[in-house]
């Protein structure tokens, strides 16, 4: 029997003003068939079975979301871990809410569910958000908007995919966090970058560590030919300095160095790896344009 929906959260997929209209239907589990457009590749076993033995005890608290196909044979939007915990469990049907999203609709509910209550690692994160660029020509900002983070957490997180494969399996293993890549984004040469890569792996190296270690394996930036001779050194950097530049680096989304001269002066270099982020830097700086 229909009865109203209170599952905790579900505002955020499908909409506070639908919610009072929204009825739960229990549907036969083997009616449901995977979402093809689930970003999270993988699952653990061990939180599966914790959540298969709650529900056992409890039952399904949260109702899924499907799309109705055909009579009686549905397509799972969101909530695949507990489906797959209360097949677990031993339950023939689940609580689900009967939706009708489009193809589009379908990835960006099932990345919002991910994103905003599970650990989805940074490269199905990845590889999701490239999918709604490529295939639905969404961009940064509207992807930003609808998985509720910065701008320059999509564009630091979709940069993760520019990097080798042994890294990127390192990075959906769980072997080394998002921090981790962007440390190892730092290093351009393959060989310092696996270098770096084998140092984090064995020493267990913090993110801030690794970021450490990056600077000091970049190359040195060569005196441009035309520089005076006299051209003003850098002092030590201070530690307000480094927390500058920390910031900045946060705030853009990309390395940021802060050099301060003896004399007081200084210059800001900000780094971009494509015409795109170069826009996308632009836009934070200069919101109304230059």
């Known amino acids: 029997m229909a009865r109203p929906a209170l599952g905790r959260g579900l505002g955020a997929l499908i909409g506070q003003s639908d919610l009072a209209e929204t009825l739960i239907r229990e549907i036969p589990i083997t009616q449901i068939r995977p979402n093809p457009y689930q970003p999270r590749q993988q699952f653990s076993e061990e939180s599966l079975a914790e959540l298969a033995a709650s529900i056992r005890e409890l039952g399904v608290i949260q109702p899924i979301i499907v799309r109705q196909e055909g009579d009686g044979d549905y397509v799972l939007i969101a909530g695949e871990r507990r489906l797959r915990a209360a097949s677990m469990a031993g339950l023939t049907t689940i609580p689900a809410i009967v939706r009708s999203p489009s193809e589009q609709q379908m990835l960006e509910m099932a990345l919002v569910e991910n994103v905003q209550r599970e650990d989805i690692n940074p490269i199905d994160a990845a590889l999701a958000y490239k999918r709604l660029m490529e295939e639905f020509g969404m961009t940064q900002e509207q992807i ?114 802060v050099v301060q001269w003896g004399g007081g002066g200084g210059r800001i270099v900000i780094e971009f790896y494509s015409e795109e982020e170069l826009g996308r830097i632009l836009e934070i700086i200069a919101p109304n344009g230059l």
Not at 147 to 169: C, D, F, H, W
Not at 192 to 206: P, V
Request: aromatic share 2%; net charge positive.
């Open 144 to 257: 930003a908007q609808r998985v509720g983070k910065s701008v320059p957490a999509i564009s630091n997180t979709l940069r993760l995919l520019q990097l080798p494969e042994y890294i990127i399996m390192s990075l959906k293993e769980g072997v080394i966090s998002e921090g981790h890549g962007r440390a190892l984004l730092m290093v351009k040469d393959p060989t310092l970058q696996r270098q770096l890569w084998s140092d984090i792996t064995t020493e267990g190296l913090s993110v801030r560590a690794a970021e450490l270690r990056a600077r000091e394996l970049r190359p040195m930036n060569p005196t441009p030919r035309n520089a005076p001779e006299s051209a003003p050194q850098p002092s030590p950097a201070s530690p307000e300095l480094k927390a500058l530049e920390h910031n900045l680096s946060a705030y853009l989304g990309t390395r940021v160095q």
